[in-house]
């Protein structure tokens, strides 16, 4: 009783990873999909999302579920006000044209990063889970006096992970509901296939950018509120949900909604994998080399269209 | 009904079009002639205000569309069939019908008024637009277009690469949609389908508008086209 035990646990970690990176890289690709904006800020709204997690959190008080739920309905809103602030601010001003939104973006980035450290520090704070109980989990296996149960066998995992996968599924199925069934998914789907011929049937495209921007941002402090009691909040914590999001959204296919998920599950279970057996670093490493691979072998990634 | 007057426009700081005015009435086609890239797209796209105008100004029935932002321009009863169709490709074709009848702020009655104009669609509401064959497509197209219910039709080249049975369809169309009151803009770049269609015919040349004929004028002056169109 070693390595499958091990390899249990270390898969309930990367699902827990693979849950919380789904919903990340769905925004940075809903906003590349729709508005051909590559936004360098995304890594910093899910910092947002973790940093108001905490001040709700703290403002609130009381039983940590109430402050959590509370967090869960209010990071979400305020990331996406300040995403249409910014849309609206600079986006539009730069006509959305592909190099100026890089380059204002990185500057959101860093007005949101140095805003973070001069409002909330340079600590990192933790977030009380609303419910957080271990969960032992069983082991069985055959060994010398045949099939033997191990249980509880010393690991195990929390209400709260197997929470945070539960919840990342249940909001990726209500987003596909909402993008396949609804009007308003309706016209972003509209949007993002042609822009012109949107505006000529009566979609107010600009307001579907700004709208699209802040759901992306939205979606993105959503899954920083889930993590938040697991990782706690800094003002740094941005980076690794950007990479990791660049490259599920890479290896998926640009703009593709079903390619980010497949993605982002095989990068965030295999970056969970490889950090519980060998190193974070490696899990790294490996992400990045795999993005060399479909850049060069299959540069639409997985799911993507050949430009046409 | 459609005033453009002495528009000028064009693609950034390209300008396309220098000054060009056309009239179109209700209950009437006016067909636009000219030769590649002489601008009849941009004139449509200038029409339907995904252009800024730098000059000049564009009246529906006396409403100055121009003024108005691109996306409340279908809502003022303007459909457009852009050249190339344009379909929303990945999307089902009752997806793009719902596409028209949501510009237009038409309901379900208007979707089965225009389906039953293209039976061919409505045994294909859940085809993804993309797979069509190009005949359906240009149907599509027209569909999307009609379900906005225009009082001004746009219509870009819609015969462009179909065959005859398909074209016959497009042009009853038009002809039915005329009968009905609606004014349509039709570019087209065959002479014949011109001749049979048109109440009207403005020339258009390097962005600008030339003559305005009728069909018998043009019919009794061949030299016209030669001078325009170059055939
Ligand atoms: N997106 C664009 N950017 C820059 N220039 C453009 C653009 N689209 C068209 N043009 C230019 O504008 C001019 C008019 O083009 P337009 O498409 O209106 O011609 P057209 O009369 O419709 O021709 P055709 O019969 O080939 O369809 C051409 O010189 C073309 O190169
Ligand atoms: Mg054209």
Redesign the interface.
Known sequence: MEFGPHLVLAILEGAVGAAVLALTALGLSLVFGVMRVVNVAHGEFFMLGAVMAWFVAAAIGGHPAVGFIAALVIAPLVAGVIAMAADWLVLKRVNYDPEATIVATIGLLYIMQQSALMLYGPEARPVEAPFNSRIALPWVEWGEAGLQLYYPWGFGTTSYKLFVIVAAVVLLLAFWAFLSRT?FG??M??TQ??R??????????ETVYALVFGLGAALAALAAVLIVPIQQAHYLMGGDPLLLSFIVVIIGGLGSIRGTIVAALLIGMSDGVISVFFSPTLAKILATLLVALVLVFRPQGLYGKTAT | MLEVQDIEAGYGPVRVLHGLSLEARAGEVLCLLGRNGAGKTTTLKAI???LPLTAGRILLDGTEISAL???????QGVG?V?QGR?L????TVA?NI???L???GKDAGTRDRVLDMFPRLRERLAQRAGTLSGGEQQMLATA?ALA?EPRLLLLDEPTEGLQPSMIDLIRETVVTLRAKGVAIVLVEQRIDAVLALADRVTFIENGNSRETVTPSELKSDRALIHKYVGV
């Open positions: 009007r309706l016209v789907r509209a296939l042609d012109e011929t949107a505006l000529a049937f009566g979609i107010p495209v | 339907m205000g995904l932002p691109a996306h409340r321009i279908a809502r457009y852009p344009r929303f490709s990945e999307l997806e719902e596409i028209g949501m510009a237009g999307r906005v």
